[in-house]
């Protein structure tokens, strides 16, 4: 790594693994990229997932590993919860962050939620529930949630247990403790909670922007990497960040 070379670590979604963003990684030639599987999905299969704060603390200790330096963010989904957790602990040095796909509003009936991922989640053993689930969540690449080659899918007890960490926890809590500076993003067509709550994201983190991934749904990096990559390197240079991206706030609402 050169003296003036960035670091930038990359977090994936639930079940899927680090190699679903090494196609924007590979985009970022300039920047140290890492792309690592979090607990339970890809190569770390194998360990238990036990709740989103051991996941940050993995990979805290990755990043200690690796460098003494403040290092950039990029988290989708699960990767962008774990991205809060580390943040908002300041266990290593962050420099910066963009989030995506972070329900910070409140998420309608969670008890009804918890029921239907506990009744479901065995079927994600089968490929085509896992594909199903990709593209429900807007994956194009639908095979992503289960090819083999990537060993992207997590066991389906994974799934269910980090779902209801995720139910359980209040991102907002974590985003009003971070310093760093930092944008949320949203999809255009992803669920309520996850755009309504970029208003109030903005509103209780002042270091924070927000904003609408015009056309977009919640794998919106993964589906246009050229684009995610683009965003990313805008963020980096503190540039406006490339039209497609709506700061305003006007599209928060947006049923």
């Given at each position: 790594m050169?003296?003036?070379q960035q670091?930038?670590?990359?977090?994936?979604?639930?079940?899927?693994?680090?190699a679903s963003?090494r196609?924007?990684?590979?985009?970022?030639?300039h920047?140290?990229c890492l792309?690592?599987?979090l607990?339970?999905?890809?190569?770390k299969?194998?360990?238990?997932?036990?709740n989103?704060?051991q996941?940050?603390?993995?990979i805290?200790?990755?990043?200690?590993?690796?460098?003494d330096?403040?290092?950039?963010?990029?988290?989708?989904s699960?990767?962008?919860y774990?991205?809060l957790?580390?943040?908002?602990?300041?266990?290593?040095?962050i420099a910066?962050?963009?989030?995506?796909?972070?329900?910070?509003?409140?998420i309608?009936?969670?008890?009804?939620l918890?029921h239907v991922?506990?009744?479901v989640?065995?079927?994600?053993c089968l490929k085509?529930?896992?594909?199903?689930?990709?593209?429900l969540?807007?994956?194009?690449?639908?095979k992503l949630m289960?090819?083999?080659?990537s060993r992207?899918w997590?066991?389906?007890s994974?799934?269910?247990?980090?779902a209801?960490d995720?139910?359980?926890?209040s991102?907002?809590?974590?985003?009003?403790?971070?310093?760093?500076?930092?944008?949320?993003?949203?999809g255009?067509?992803?669920?309520?909670a996850?755009?309504?709550?970029?208003?109030?994201?903005?509103?209780e983190?002042a270091?924070?922007?927000a904003?609408?991934v015009?056309a977009g749904?919640?794998?919106?990096?993964i589906?246009d990497p050229?684009?995610?990559?683009l965003?990313?390197?805008?963020?980096?240079?503190?540039?406006?960040?490339?039209?497609?991206i709506?700061l305003?706030?006007?599209r928060?609402d947006?049923?």
């Open positions: 050169t003296k003036a670091t930038l670590v990359l977090l994936h979604g639930g079940a899927m693994s680090g963003l196609p924007i990684a590979k985009r970022l030639s920047i140290r792309t690592p599987d607990r339970g999905h890809g190569t299969r194998s360990l238990a997932f036990s989103l704060e996941c940050a603390d993995d805290a200790c990755l990043i200690a590993s690796e460098t330096r403040p290092v950039h963010l990029f988290g989708l699960l990767g962008g774990v991205s957790n580390l943040l908002a602990q300041q266990k290593v040095p910066s962050a963009i989030i995506t796909g972070v329900a910070f509003a409140d309608r009936a969670k008890w009804l918890r991922i506990g009744l989640y065995p079927m994600l085509s529930t896992r594909e199903m689930a990709g593209r969540t807007g994956i194009n690449d639908a289960s090819d083999p080659g992207g997590a066991r389906p994974t799934v269910r247990d980090l209801r995720i139910l359980r926890c991102p907002l809590d974590f985003a009003k403790r971070v310093s760093a500076p930092s944008v949320f993003l949203a255009a067509y992803e669920p309520s996850v755009r309504r709550g970029l208003e109030l994201v903005r509103a983190c270091s924070a922007s904003g609408i015009e749904s919640h794998g919106w990096c589906n050229d684009f995610a990559a965003v990313i390197e805008r963020w980096l240079r503190g540039e406006p960040l490339p039209p497609g709506d305003t706030g006007s928060f947006q049923i």
